[in-house]
């Protein structure tokens, strides 16, 4: 099942999800979630392609913009505002008027993630399983040689840690 729009916050103020697929293939390898105020976008490169792993979700307003590779693991989850792209939508040229870079890389994310709120995921991004992406992060690179099980913070994200992540069936918070 896809479900499209569910998660309203009263924090939040976002309504409705974006879906625009201009020419790439999306593939669902199971069950999805997107909160309200979501914006997934598929550009038109014929070649593009959003693959989600079973049982992804989003609190509120991920945005997503494929324009080459984007591949999410099974059981990831994301918070509020996060941004995914795997292109930079422009390429830099060297002082000579040469390009530099192709200004696209597939982007990566692995089984159990938890990318928190207002993170920010650019081109060539991976992550491996298990992880954590502390809030108002920024992936800039491969995060794939380190172990699972690894804590990710900062601008740009540094690896903080190892031995934590997020059970995504046990949330319990006893309040006290």
């Known amino acids: 099942m896809i479900r499209m729009g569910l998660f309203n916050s009263p924090i939040l103020q976002k309504k409705g999800v974006s879906w ?12 999805a979630c997107f909160g309200a ?10 070649r593009a392609v959003l693959e989600f792993g079973n049982n992804f979700g989003n609190a509120i307003a991920v945005n997503i913009d494929c324009n080459y590779s984007i591949i999410l693991g099974n059981n990831v989850r994301m918070g509020w505002d996060t941004i995914i792209m795997d292109s930079a939508m422009h390429r830099l040229k060297t002082s000579n008027g040469n ?7 597939k982007v990566v ?13 650019l081109p060539g991004v991976k992550t491996p399983n298990k992880c954590v992406i502390a809030t108002n992060s920024l992936l800039n690179k491969d995060y794939s040689n380190y172990p699972e099980y690894s804590l990710f913070a900062g601008i740009p994200a540094k690896h903080i ?16």
């Open 20 to 31: 625009m697929n201009e020419g790439g293939t999306v593939i669902f390898r199971g069950t």
């Open 37 to 46: 105020g979501s914006v997934i976008k598929i550009g038109s490169n014929q």
């Open 99 to 105: 390009y530099t870079g192709r200004g696209y890389e």
């Open 109 to 121: 994310i692995g089984d159990d993630n938890w990318i928190t709120t207002k993170c920010i995921v």
């Open 161 to 176: 840690k190892t031995g934590i992540w997020r059970d995504i069936n046990d949330n319990n918070i006893k309040y006290e």
